[in-house]
């Protein structure tokens, strides 16, 4: 079972550049969630999708936007980098909202 | 003051220790607990929930303490491959569904 994939692994972007990572979970999870790590604060919350059609803010959703067509993907875009979205993305999924999150293996992106 | 707080350590113990971790939150309206393991550049994996009575999964055990406020983490008969960075999370049920808050992480060491 391949669970939470992630794309790309790393990405090296320009400023200014669009980028869209991707997330796609097969274990049918109603809720999918996307974090930033970043050394000495931990994962923030970016946005979150309790359900196919459905999508929220998380606690730093600014210069991020999210999309949930279907159950499977969950895809994060930036739409116009700037040197302080660099950091590791993990998304992750759930049964539903209230359950354990798993996550993907995470894409390093630096945006310079 | 951070909503989830946790000694970032590191703890050098050797082989074969007892080692334990508390983590305290700030938010009282914290409704589920859970402990997290990420190896270094991998993504976070559920060790395992914490719940009112306390549990125990082998050699862990997690406790949770509602009204000073923290949660605790025991690992019995320390593994080399328990060398990891241990994240403590508390969640709060909202109508935007589970909204994890997560520690910044206690890293462990375990030494020959």
């Known amino acids: 079972t391949a669970g939470i994939t992630q794309a790309p692994t790393s990405q090296i972007l320009a400023a200014g550049r669009s980028m869209t990572l991707r997330c796609t979970q097969d274990m049918r999870h109603n809720a999918m969630y996307w974090y930033r790590q970043d050394l000495g604060l931990g994962l923030r919350l970016i946005h979150y999708s309790n359900t196919a059609g459905t999508t929220g803010k998380g606690e730093v959703p600014d210069g991020y936007s999210v999309s949930r067509a279907n159950t499977d993907d969950f895809p994060l875009t930036l739409a116009s980098a700037v040197p302080s979205q660099t950091s590791v993305y993990f998304c992750a999924s759930s049964r539903e909202a209230y359950n354990e999150q798993f996550f993907g293996p995470g894409t390093r992106l630096t945006v310079l | 003051r951070k909503e989830v707080e946790q000694d970032p350590g590191p703890f050098n113990v050797p082989e074969g220790a007892t080692v334990a971790f508390n983590c305290t939150y700030s938010n009282s309206a914290s409704q589920s607990f859970f402990w997290y393991r990420q190896d270094c550049r991998k993504e976070p994996k559920l060790l395992m929930s914490?719940?009112?009575s306390g549990n125990e999964d082998g050699r862990f055990t997690a406790q949770l303490n509602r009204a000073s406020q923290y949660i605790s983490l025991l690992i019995r008969d320390s593994k080399l491959s328990d060398s990891a960075t241990y994240l403590c999370?508390?969640?709060?049920?909202?109508?935007?569904?589970?909204?994890?808050?997560f520690g910044t992480g206690t890293q462990l060491k375990v030494e020959l």
């Open positions: 999370v508390g969640g709060i049920l909202t109508g935007g569904g589970n909204k994890l808050t």
């Open positions: 914490v719940y009112s």
